[in-house]
């Protein structure tokens, strides 16, 4: 058992380093998880450009997957009851404080937790083995964690970005919109839009647009399950675009949108898309991305349109993630062709230029 584990730090935007601590004694509530690798976030990128959250210095990476080569005396089950020891393979979740109003009150959406806890958007401290762009990782108590064993590693990458998906969807059947002929659009083909159509997918929902403005990945959208594509950028303006999503909808447009970009005008025309009575699922705007503007009369209030955000995902979505990603190989969708660049941790520089400038899907970082 090594003394040591190295972690790719974040020292400040634009600089990582690659330092080495020792791996702290374990107690009686904690893991040590030996880290097998980890995708790269949006958020990760954002962070290695700018650090928006005020995180640096931090260890990034927060959608990994590694074995428990120790585990404290306390910890018996994961976080769905299922037996764990070391050997396991695991992936965590998110940390609720336990205390906030969400934790107190609305058990079900700790994902609202007022400061919850992530692996890997945290900021060093005497632990050091926080997040998974790192050699070993320190899962501290009161984490929400699932056994993962028998899944394959890139399977086990995707869980994360998978949850958000899952997550999304379940709060688009809140409105009550989605039948299996529901016909939804999903706005933006990055890793989560690419999700939210196989998730979509998987449902038994056929009746799917993809629209981008990237030809490969509206190759990638027709694998996920998309059954029609649009690329906007070959339409003169967003009416031409308007018009044809249109003629595709029976002349109403889409009854359900996902918005799975970041990009104001993407929101603005995201509305425009939904026909009279349908619903909207804002899952883009994680980050914030500015003010954007609609027409509250044709718009929402006259559509009537129903709208629910997303915000990440609950522990409770996790279950289901898993049985997502069964069911979406069960039924022929390549879910891990998702997974299209593999970078060493020594190498993380290359695989965050690598995820900032939208080459390939999901980049990932495997520890050796
Ligand atoms: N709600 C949540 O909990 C949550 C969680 C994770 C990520 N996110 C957010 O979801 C968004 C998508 O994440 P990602 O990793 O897939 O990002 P990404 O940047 O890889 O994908 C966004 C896609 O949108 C496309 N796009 C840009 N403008 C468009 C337009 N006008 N019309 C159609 N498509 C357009 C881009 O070409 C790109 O393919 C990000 O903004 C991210 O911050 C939300
Ligand atoms: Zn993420
Ligand atoms: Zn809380």
Known sequence: MKETAKVAMLVKPGEFEL????????????????????????????????????????VLGHEGSGEIVKIGKNIKVDSAGIPVSVGDKIVTCVIPCGECNACRNTPARTNLCEKCGVYGLFPDDEIHLNGYFAEYMVVRPNSTFFNVTGMNLDQR?????????????????????????????????????????????????????ALDGNDSRLELAKEMGATQTFNFTSYADFNALLAEVKTATAGLGAEFVFQCTGVAKAESNAWKLVRRGGGLCEVGFFMDGGECSINPHYDLCNKEITAVGSWVYSPQDYPITFDFLKRASGIGLPIEKLVTHKFKLADIQEALETNVQMKGIKVAVIID
């Open 157 to 209: 990458m995707l869980v994360e970005p998978a949850a958000v998906a899952v997550h999304a969807v379940e709060r688009a059947k809140t409105t009550g919109l989605l039948r299996f002929n529901t016909s939804v659009l999903v706005q933006g083909c990055g890793p989560i839009g690419l999700m939210v159509m196989a998730v979509l997918r998987t449902l038994g929902i056929e009746n799917i647009i």
């Open 19 to 58: 330092k080495e601590f020792a791996i702290p004694q374990i107690s009686d509530d904690q893991m040590l998880i030996k880290v097998e690798g980890c995708g790269v976030c949006g958020t990760d990128g954002h962070e290695y450009k700018r650090d928006p959250f005020g995180l640096c210095p931090v």
